[in-house]
């Protein structure tokens, strides 16, 4: 069967025929560009199941583009939120060994308080989770943290919301 540019993404068999012929290249560059061979087959799948949702927006000639700037975007999102992660995670660490006081009582609820903490953190939704560690624990203004993100400050200001809300809420329970 041969594909022509006028053919759409969204016919199943040239969908299936378009998978088969890129889906190997593209995990293959995205283990070279991340080297992750676990994450790349995850980040293809991703990447063709964002093509078929939106087939019906995407130029057959300008599939290929689309899938391989999907599947990048995606490495670099994941990229970022582990980069966020342990660099969190280790100011976190760094914190709880820095509390001394001889009472036990007073160093046994610091310790449930900060492992509730980190549950806490762990539970937000990523957006949420990054901008609250940005704003909080790296001292970026919402603005900094907006041109980083490639959104609004008003879209920072509601994650930040959402997450204030949320830490909040569980964190009150103690």
């Known amino acids: 069967m041969k594909v022509l540019p006028k053919d759409s993404i969204c016919e199943e068999a040239i969908f299936q025929r378009f998978f088969m012929e890129h889906s190997l290249g593209l995990r293959n560059f995205l283990i070279a560009k991340f080297g992750n061979a676990d994450e790349a ?9 964002k093509l078929w949702n939106n087939c019906g927006k995407v130029e057959f000639n300008k599939a290929k583009s689309y899938l391989f700037t999907i599947a990048v975007n995606l490495g670099i999102s994941i990229k970022r939120h582990e980069q ?5 995670h280790d100011i976190i660490a760094n914190y709880s060994r820095g509390i001394t006081n001889e009472n036990p009582e007073f160093e046994m609820e610091s310790k449930e308080f900060l492992e509730k903490f980190k549950e806490t953190i762990a539970s937000l939704p990523e957006r ?4 609250f560690l940005l704003s909080r624990i790296e001292k970026k203004t919402y ?7 490639g959104v609004s400050v008003k879209a920072i200001e509601k994650l930040m919301g959402k997450a204030l809300k949320k830490v909040k809420e569980q964190l009150g329970e103690l």
Do not use: L, P, T, Y
């Open 128 to 131: 949420q989770r990054e901008v």
């Open 143 to 149: 603005k900094e943290i907006a041109e980083m993100s």
């Open 84 to 88: 966020v992660k342990f660099r969190h």
């Open 41 to 49: 087959e995850d980040m293809v799948q991703d990447a063709f199941i």
